[in-house]
């Protein structure tokens, strides 16, 4: 069993900047591929960015790349996501997920942490 902890979200202005952070429990989170997920009000969820146990960076290349950046500490277990020049169409509630190697599907969610960007 794996538990995910958000945190970091908050109120910033449009063009400012905000750094999440996901702590991981278990013993095999150098493993796992971690994820950022979002999901607005009325909205389905959608990905974000994703990091493998061996670094390799997938970015939804039409919402958030060149923006936000992606990264993870094996040693602490943590995976951060930086956003910055945030927009107000970023507000979401974003979401940390853990994927098992070969699973295919996001194993594991955190609570979520909600972002709100004003104009």
């Known amino acids: 069993q794996v538990q995910l902890v958000e945190s970091g979200g908050g109120l910033v202005q449009a063009g400012g900047s905000l750094r999440l952070s996901c702590a991981a429990s278990?013993?095999?989170?150098?493993?796992?591929?971690m994820g950022w997920f979002r999901q607005a009000p009325g909205k389905e969820r959608e990905f974000v960015a994703a990091?493998?146990?061996?670094?390799?960076?997938?970015y939804n290349a039409d919402s958030v790349k060149g923006r936000f950046t992606i990264s993870r500490d094996n040693a602490k277990n943590t995976v951060n996501l930086q956003m910055n020049s945030l927009k107000p169409e970023d507000t979401a509630v974003y979401y940390c997920?853990?994927?098992?190697?070969?699973?295919?599907?996001?194993?594991?969610w955190g609570q979520g942490t909600q972002v709100t960007v004003s104009s």
């Open positions: 997920a853990a994927q098992v190697v070969g699973s295919g599907a996001y194993d594991y």
């Open positions: 278990g013993r095999t989170f150098v493993s796992y591929t």
């Open positions: 990091i493998t146990w061996i670094g390799r960076i997938t």
